[in-house]
């Protein structure tokens, strides 16, 4: 009779194994003993081509999902895990790839509008509602795991097509989908333990909650639930230190992968090709910031938590962190920040504070300076525009506990549309996973515009001087000019051209916009995730100002950024933002069970377009 040492919870016991049945007998296990280690002392490898993790004298297997949420990851074969991401390589393409490269289209409508703008136009596809999807999982290829008498783990995989054979939208979408999931993983250095659970979710009151329920409700593996305690995924308005006390530190250090494996595209590469561009996925993929990371840790979803809120968020998102910070960081790389933001004086202790004494040498009789709370506000909340030092002096004296200001110089020559003011608003989103801060810029934004022509004389009227929409809809012609006073980067861009300007929006403005967040992302990379939490994000909404020389002005960074569908415009970009938020920040961690019967036609139903910029990656910019 040969032998096997099976070790369980701290005891050793010996397994007889006839020799003429070939059956092993084991004895018991009580259910609380969810591990099993084995040592195959006799048995031959199952894989004979090379020594791999699963092919080791040890290797675990679970029956059940481990209570753990990080579990090493050379415990699993890595071509395991590589199925669902490509690589492209550049093997010659087939002449059956020829053929079938027009066999799908999945290119995106095209738009009338010219090429340089082709990019940055609205398609205004609506987001998913209750999507559906289904794969059987193929079995994880184990030494004879019937000597165990246990389940098999199942690894979700995508399906291999024969390339000789047509493929229809539906099978490539899937493809593409888990492509995408792959892409993001592979970038953060995870593996996701395979899981057949709904996940849950808890969306607080407030700044359109019912939106972020909807794009979180047409996902059919999540559920909702009113505690949050139970919810895998909490989003609210304000930061809940509940949860974020429940995500555990990650202090490894993450590595590059500097040989990353080249896997089977399961589709011809020239439609794996076209697909991966119509769809955007170049935008992270081919990033000058996007890396291939070893697999450092493999996450369990089911015992994951995740927060749209990160720790530290107040080092760029209340004006006195966002100015702090920023100048520390341009002064390092040797820049000026008045070259990316207003003169800017940060005064803590009223009139006797040193800044603003320096701030009365800067100040000259017809000059105008707005000044705001240096602490968290939104809203336009606590904004004054004065030219008046006397007024200046008596609101700063206002002494409140814990409140400061900062006084920043007025941009006195806007760049205006129509005689009136604007700002821009854009949306950037932040991933921190174990460690690594990556910066994602969204490429749709909005002009959103003033009901007053404007005049810097008159200081007192906040319609002129604010664009805010919680300022402006309480205007009498909130709407009369501009739908909801939006625009799009197109009608902005159309406005030029009909006013006889050479400047092109997407040429020499939206460049300086996209550096400036990248740099304001980058002053907080060591920051705004101190507590080395393993998995959070947000969704930033950044407002910037343009003068009459086509300048881009940094003027703040908003957490918890407006979400009210104010207008037709908006009811297409908000809904497109966070749907690709999700697509980056959640689905990588909690992905779809892929044997679901749901799965095929949830993913045929998706819009898989992404408008997200890979901007930065604090691993690539060291």
Not at 108 to 122: A, C, N, V
Request: net charge positive; charged share 25%.
């Amino acid at each position: 009779m040969d032998s096997l040492g099976l070790v369980t919870t701290g005891v050793k016991i010996n397994i007889e194994k006839n020799s003429n049945t070939d059956r092993t007998r084991l004895p018991k296990v009580n259910k609380k003993e969810s591990f099993l280690k084995l040592k195959p002392s006799s048995q031959k490898p199952h894989h004979s081509k090379r020594q791999t993790p699963l092919t080791n004298p040890e290797f675990i297997l679970f029956k059940e999902p481990p209570n753990t949420i990080i579990l090493p990851t050379n415990l699993f074969e890595d071509h395991l895990f590589t199925t669902n991401y490509i690589k492209i390589t550049n093997s010659r393409i087939t002449t059956t790839s020829r053929n079938l490269r027009n066999s799908v289209q999945l290119s995106p409508k095209q738009d009338p509008s010219p090429d340089f703008l082709h990019d940055f136009t609205i398609e205004g596809i609506q987001s998913p509602t209750h999507r559906k999807v289904l794969k059987k999982p193929e079995i994880l290829n184990l030494p004879k795991p019937e000597l165990l008498n246990i389940n098999k783990p199942r690894i979700p995989l995508v399906k291999k097509l024969n390339k000789s054979t047509p493929h229809n939208e539906s099978s490539v979408k899937e493809i593409m989908y888990w492509n995408w999931i792959g892409i993001i993983k592979a970038s953060n250095g995870f593996e996701i333990y395979p899981h057949h659970g709904q996940f849950k979710y808890y969306v607080g009151k407030g700044n359109n909650g019912s939106l972020v329920n909807h794009i979180l409700k047409s996902r059919f593996w999540w559920t909702r639930t009113d505690n949050v305690e139970d919810a895998n995924f909490v989003w609210t308005q304000l930061k809940n230190k509940q949860v974020l006390d429940l995500i555990p530190k990650f202090e490894s250090r993450l590595e590059k992968d500097l040989n990353p494996v080249v896997f089977d595209s399961k589709i011809p590469k020239a439609i794996l090709n076209e697909n991966q561009e119509n769809f955007g996925f170049k935008l992270i993929s081919e990033s000058y910031s996007y890396l291939n990371l070893t697999k450092g840790y493999f996450l369990v979803p089911e015992t994951l938590k995740s927060h749209n809120r990160l720790p530290n968020n107040s080092c760029i998102c209340n004006k006195k962190g966002m100015f702090k910070n920023l100048k520390a960081y341009y002064d390092t790389v040797g820049l000026n920040i008045f070259s990316k933001v207003p003169l800017t004086f940060h005064i803590e202790t009223g009139t006797s504070d040193l800044q603003f004494q320096t701030f009365t040498q800067q100040f000259t009789e017809g000059s105008t300076w707005i000044i705001k709370p240096g602490e968290a506000t939104n809203r336009g909340k606590g904004i004054k525009v004065s030219s008046s030092l006397d007024q200046i002096k008596e609101i700063i004296n206002k002494h409140q506990e814990n409140r400061t200001y900062i006084i920043q110089k007025y941009i006195q020559n806007p760049l205006l549309i129509n005689k009136r003011k604007f700002d821009i608003r854009c949306y950037a989103l932040i991933t921190s996973f174990a460690n690594q801060l990556q910066g994602y810029f969204f490429k749709d934004g909005y002009l959103r515009t003033s009901c007053k022509e404007f005049n810097i004389k008159n200081t007192n009227d906040k319609f002129i001087h604010l664009t805010n929409d919680a300022i402006q809809k309480n205007h009498e012609d909130y709407g009369k000019f501009e739908s909801g006073n939006k625009l799009s980067y197109y009608d902005f861009q159309k406005f030029l051209h009909s006013n006889g300007s050479n400047v092109d929006f997407f040429i020499d403005i939206f460049p300086q916009i996209v550096d400036i967040v990248k740099e304001s992302i980058a002053c907080a990379k060591d920051i705004i995730n101190e507590e080395c939490k393993m998995n959070a994000f947000e969704v930033l909404g950044y407002d910037f100002m343009v003068d009459s020389e086509y300048k881009v002005w940094l003027i703040e960074i908003n957490t918890n950024p407006c979400l009210e569908l104010s207008c037709s415009y908006l009811s297409k970009i908000i809904p497109d933002m966070l749907e690709n938020s999700f697509r980056i920040a959640l689905d990588p961690m909690f992905p779809p069970p892929e044997g679901h019967k749901k799965f095929k036609m949830w993913v045929k139903n998706s819009n898989l377009t992404n408008k997200y910029m890979l901007v930065y990656s604090s691993l690539s910019a060291n």
